[in-house]
């Protein structure tokens, strides 16, 4: 059985938001959940959700992107940053991000982006899998004959 992570595209440009799903839908290990066009217009929504990935723009009107994952980084497991700006680059790895893709998106750029993301979420899972099975586990020693 394979496993599916959800996904939310953040970007104030159309053109670049549907970019990016076109070249997402033909994963099928991903569910698209939402795409918005600024940060703003999501605020609410990760109120009772945890994300696994996050498509996120750096300059957007309103908060830009570094500043909104700043607020809502406990609520998503890999946000990878898209834009046309290398200057972030520092700020979104210091805010763990999965990874930096610069602009124009490209279906070459998102698949490598992709196979890193799937790795290091598959093995968070497996881990998770693996301290379940053992979590009301006993080991008994004897301790002499």
């Given at each position: 059985?394979?496993?599916?992570?959800?996904?939310?595209?953040?970007?104030?440009?159309?053109?670049?938001?549907?970019?990016?799903?076109?070249?997402?839908?033909?994963?099928?290990?991903?569910?698209h959940i939402a795409s918005f066009?600024?940060?703003?217009?999501?605020?609410?929504f990760f109120m009772n959700k945890?994300?696994?990935?996050?498509?996120?723009?750096?300059?957007?009107?309103?908060?830009?992107?570094?500043?909104?994952?700043?607020?809502?980084?406990?609520?998503?497991?890999?946000?990878?940053?898209?834009?046309?700006?290398?200057?972030?680059?520092?700020?979104?790895?210091?805010?763990?991000?999965?990874?930096?893709?610069?602009?124009?998106?490209?279906?070459?750029?998102?698949?490598?982006?992709?196979?890193?993301?799937?790795?290091?979420?598959?093995?968070?899972?497996?881990?998770?899998?693996?301290?379940?099975?053992?979590?009301?586990?006993?080991?008994?020693?004897?301790?002499?004959?």
């Amino acid at each position: 059985m394979m496993r599916t992570y959800n996904y939310i595209i953040i970007d104030d440009e159309d053109l670049d938001r549907f970019a990016i799903s076109a070249y997402l839908k033909k994963y099928p290990f991903l569910n698209h959940i939402a795409s918005f066009s600024t940060a703003q217009d999501i605020e609410g929504f990760f109120m009772n959700k945890k994300i696994d990935i996050l498509f996120l723009d750096i300059e957007m009107p309103g908060i830009n992107g570094i500043s909104f994952l700043k607020k809502v980084r406990d609520k998503i497991e890999c946000p990878v940053f898209i834009t046309s700006h290398s200057q972030y680059a520092l700020d979104a790895f210091g805010l763990d991000a999965a990874d930096y893709i610069i602009k124009p998106i490209t279906q070459d750029k998102i698949a490598i982006s992709l196979s890193k993301i799937k790795e290091k979420l598959d093995a968070k899972y497996k881990a998770g899998l693996f301290d379940q099975s053992f979590k009301n586990s006993s080991l008994l020693i004897k301790d002499g004959l």
